[in-house]
C-alpha cells in the first residue's frame, strides 16, 4: 500500500522568512496530493492541493510542487506570519473510480516566532 | 469552515463500551470518510461510506462498523472499546463523482477510553 514520509517534524521560523516541508510517497499509482493545516483543537484544513498532471500551483502565499519521478512534492509557504503556526499533514491518494483513501504523513509542527 | 459537522465533540467511555459517533456532511456531498487520529501523528483512513455502503476500508477490526443514511450523513460505531481507542475521530465529506478527490474535515470527535 501506499506511505507517506513527511519531513521535518518541528520547522521553527522566523515570520516574513520562507517555510518548506517535503513530503515522499510509495505508490506510483497516486495521483492527487492535498496539503491540511490543522489548529489546536480543530479539524484539518484544506489548504491547497496538487494533480499529478501539474507540476506546481500557487495561491497567494503557499505553493505546492510535485516531481513524479521521484515521488517526492513540497509546500512552500512565503512571507510567513504567526498565524500560519499550526501542524501540517500532506496526503496522497488515487483518483479510482470506486473510493478515495487517504493516505497521510506525520505532520510538521511549524512556529512562526514575531 | 467546511460545513461538516459532528457530535459528540467530546466523549469519556470505559472500556468494553460502546460508542457512535455522528457525521453531517456538506451540502451537495454523497460520500463520508471516517479517520482515526491518535495524538501527535496523521490521520489514519478508517472506511468510506457512498450511497449508504461501505466503499473502502482501512486496517481496523470489524469492531469498527459504520452507517450512512439517505441524506448521507453517517455514524461511526466501535464495539469492545479499548484504551488504544483513544484518539481524535474525524470524519470527511466529498463528492465522489468523475474520481474527485477533494475532502472536507469537520472538526473532530475527541474519545478517551479509561
Known amino acids: 500500500g501506499e506511505n507517506v514520509e513527511q519531513h521535518p517534524s518541528t520547522l521553527s521560523v522566523q515570520e516574513g522568512d520562507s517555510a518548506v516541508i517535503k513530503c515522499t510517497y510509495s505508490?506510483?499509482?497516486?495521483?492527487?496530493f492535498p496539503w491540511y493545516k490543522q489548529e489546536l483543537g480543530k479539524g484539518p484544513q484544506l489548504i491547497i492541493d496538487?494533480?499529478?498532471?501539474?507540476g506546481e500551483k500557487k495561491d497567494q502565499r503557499i505553493a505546492v510542487t510535485l516531481n513524479k519521478t521521484a515521488k517526492h512534492f513540497s509546500l512552500h509557504i512565503t512571507e510567513t506570519q504567526p498565524e500560519d503556526s499550526a501542524v501540517y499533514f500532506c496526503?496522497?491518494?488515487?483518483?479510482?473510480?470506486?473510493?478515495?483513501?487517504?493516505?497521510f504523513g506525520a505532520g510538521t509542527q511549524v512556529v512562526v516566532t514575531p | 469552515e467546511t460545513g461538516v459537522t459532528q457530535s459528540p465533540t467530546h466523549l469519556i467511555k470505559t472500556r468494553g463500551q460502546q460508542v457512535t459517533l455522528r457525521c453531517s456532511s456538506q451540502?451537495?456531498?454523497?460520500?463520508v470518510s471516517w479517520y482515526q487520529q491518535a495524538l501527535g501523528q496523521g490521520p489514519q483512513f478508517i472506511f468510506q461510506?457512498?450511497?449508504?455502503?461501505?466503499?473502502g476500508r482501512g486496517n481496523f477490526p470489524p469492531r469498527f462498523s459504520g452507517l450512512q443514511f439517505p441524506n448521507y450523513s453517517s455514524e461511526l460505531n466501535v464495539n469492545a472499546l479499548e484504551l488504544d481507542d483513544s484518539a481524535l475521530y474525524l470524519c470527511?465529506?466529498?463528492?465522489?463523482?468523475?474520481?474527485?478527490?477533494?475532502?472536507?474535515f469537520g472538526p473532530g470527535t475527541r474519545l478517551t477510553v479509561l
Open positions: 461510506y457512498y450511497r449508504e455502503e461501505e466503499n
Open positions: 505508490d506510483s499509482a497516486s495521483n492527487y
Open positions: 451540502s451537495g456531498h454523497n460520500t
Open positions: 496526503a496522497a491518494s488515487r483518483k479510482t473510480d470506486s473510493w478515495g483513501k487517504f493516505q
Open positions: 496538487i494533480r499529478s498532471n501539474v
Open positions: 470527511a465529506s466529498s463528492a465522489l463523482a468523475g474520481g474527485n478527490n477533494e475532502q472536507f
